[in-house]
Nanobody, 115 residues
């Protein structure tokens, strides 16, 4: 079992930046997938950015060129750098990780972008 703890959410004006962090513990050595999802009010949960071992990263079209996912293997931590934030990026952001899929979830962190 993998535990995930997120941090870094908050309130920012449009055009600003935030960096989210997600620290993994437990059986973190077995993680092959780590990613960030988000869920806005009244909408479903969507994959924002994903990292997989031995493969390239992938992004939702809506965040390409603005968000960057990265992983510090030594710290078992994945980051989401979010630049040029827009009001439509407002959501609860969840970190997810797993061996074969995203089956471990963090508690979520709120990101609010004001116009």
């Amino acid at each position: 079992h993998v535990q995930l703890v997120e941090s870094g959410g908050g309130l920012v004006q449009a055009g600003g930046s935030l960096r989210l962090s997600c620290a993994a513990s437990g059986h973190s050595f077995s993680i092959n997938y780590m990613g960030w999802f988000r869920q806005a009010p009244g909408k479903g949960r969507e994959l924002v950015a994903g990292w997989s071992r031995g493969s390239s990263t992938n992004y939702a079209d809506s965040v390409k060129g603005r968000f960057t996912i990265s992983r510090d293997n030594a710290k078992n931590t994945v980051y989401l750098q979010m630049n040029s934030l827009k009001p439509e990026d407002t959501a609860v952001y969840y970190c997810a990780a797993g061996r074969a899929s995203y089956n471990n979830w963090g508690q979520g962190t709120q990101v609010t972008v004001s116009s």
